[in-house]
């Protein structure tokens, strides 16, 4: 179960936090501005496009910079476990606070693309793609949340972050180049299964659209997402945390 009051105040904290806050606006303003820029350039020629869910994924690892490691580090997290809190609780009611926050700044983005595509097109884009990349994006805030929490439930400050940058070094840069190979199509698969731990995204559109509905996308989602949540608990768990570890 989640706690109301944790999740309310992690909520808070990231509005209010300067490491929390300037990343994820900062995207938002730059991205918003560069459509401008186009627009400006080609004299509303370009059409600006709405961006993939995808492409929004530094929005969560700005938000990220809020999590367990952070309060160990800085002497939080013994003061938080004192009180009657599960440490389940405590793992879950981050994730929900870290997905919502991502959410509210990758919403807030596709809004404003979305008012700029209006203004600047005679015909707007159907309410219907607007829906499916808002529940994408909404996805992967979550889905990012949930990896991002359980890599921070045992490395300190933004070890998390480091972690999670490797992996997707790895995997864009290291396993392609390896599946190239006739004798390592393997790195495919594994580039594939590690591209959906660390970017979990619920693809509606495919989901849906296909003739039969293909489930396997909603349970590949809901159980990577799910893994990595009972992961990071087991993880919490069996951590000893004491006023001394930082």
Known sequence: MMSMPLY???VTRSFHR???LVPPLAFVMVSLAWSVAMLLYTNFLLTPEMELPKE???IPLGVGLSSIGRDATEGLLPVLLTRPLRRSTYVLSQWAAMGTVASFWALLHLVLQW???VAATPHGPMPLEV???AIGRVSLCFGMAATLVCFST????WGHLALWGVLFFIAERVLPGL??????RYALTMRQYLLGVLMPELDIRRTFAATPVSWLRLTTYFSNVTLMLLLGIHIFNHREVSYASR
């Not at 045992?154 to 400050?157: N, S």
Request: no cysteine.
């Open 8 to 10: 309310r105040s992690r």
């Open 18 to 20: 300067f490491s929390t």
């Open 56 to 58: 929004i994924f530094l």
């Open 115 to 117: 008012g700029l595509i």
């Open 131 to 133: 829906l499916y990349n």
């Open 154 to 157: 045992r490395l300190p400050g």
């Open 179 to 184: 599946g190239k190979d006739e004798s390592a």
